[in-house]
């Protein structure tokens, strides 16, 4: 038996002994040092935050890292196909907005116009999405190895010339459907060769998808104006 130390009580005194204060009275009664029970926790704390940093970093990071450069294959085709749509909304536009042209050019027109207009908006939000401005450093076409608007040709497989784009303005009737048809079936065929040559160099999914979908409308349109200029007795340019 200890001691006896004094404690006061509504009841009056009490006895406590040094032997009630060797008992454990719960967490309180512990000392807090390296080693103890509260050690454990606290290592728990600081690991669980580390891991926390950690993720946030990796989101940060990564993204990053995954994104197309400036040079890339994505970046050049994505910019290159935003410029070659862009003639087949101009010329979808002149073709829908002729008086004269026939009501069954007028709605593929419009409606290659609207669709390419669509990719464009895509594809200029992915270059958004990857830091990149709408041109870059590199000349049209060099991410296939090729060097567009050598000798003073167009600018991109199957594009028009600025004299042809005249020439559709200024055609009516008949005549304008057959131009409509001949230079959209050339510029979706040379749109087809960009395509191949991204799927042949990327492993970028979205851009794989795009690519994809772009392959098997514009080869339906390729058989479409192929058939449409039979019909009216003309022939591919």
Not at 14 to 20: C, F, G, Y
Not at 169 to 175: E, F, I, K, N, W
Not at 198 to 211: F, G, M, P, Q, Y
């Amino acid at each position: 038996m200890g001691v006896p130390a004094p404690r006061v009580a509504d009841n009056g005194p009490v006895t406590v002994t040094t032997d009630d204060l060797d008992q454990d009275h719960g967490p309180s009664a512990e000392p807090i040092e390296p080693g103890g029970r509260w050690r454990t926790p606290l290592v728990a704390l600081v690991a669980g935050m580390c891991l926390t940093l950690g993720l946030v970093a990796g989101l940060l990071v990564v993204p990053a890292l995954t994104r197309p450069g400036d040079d890339s294959v994505e970046a050049g085709f994505v910019r290159d196909m935003s410029t070659h749509h862009s003639q087949a909304v101009e010329m979808g536009l002149t073709a829908f907005g002729s008086p004269s042209a026939s009501e069954k050019i007028r709605a593929i027109a419009v409606d290659i116009a609207l669709g390419q207009h669509g990719q464009i908006g895509l594809m200029s939000a992915w270059l958004r999405e990857w830091h990149l401005e709408p041109t870059g450093s590199r000349p049209p076409m060099a991410w296939m190895g090729e060097h567009a608007g050598q000798d003073g040709g167009p600018l991109m497989p199957g594009m028009a010339t600025a004299d042809e784009i005249a020439r559709l303005r200024a055609a009516s009737g008949r005549d304008q459907d057959v131009l409509f048809c001949q230079l959209m079936l050339r510029h979706h065929v040379g749109g087809l060769h960009m395509v191949d040559a991204v799927l042949a160099r990327t492993d970028h999914s979205d851009v794989r998808w795009l690519a994809e979908s772009m392959r098997s409308t514009q080869g339906k349109e390729v058989a479409m104006f192929e058939t449409l200029l039979k019909e009216m007795g003309a022939k591919p340019i």
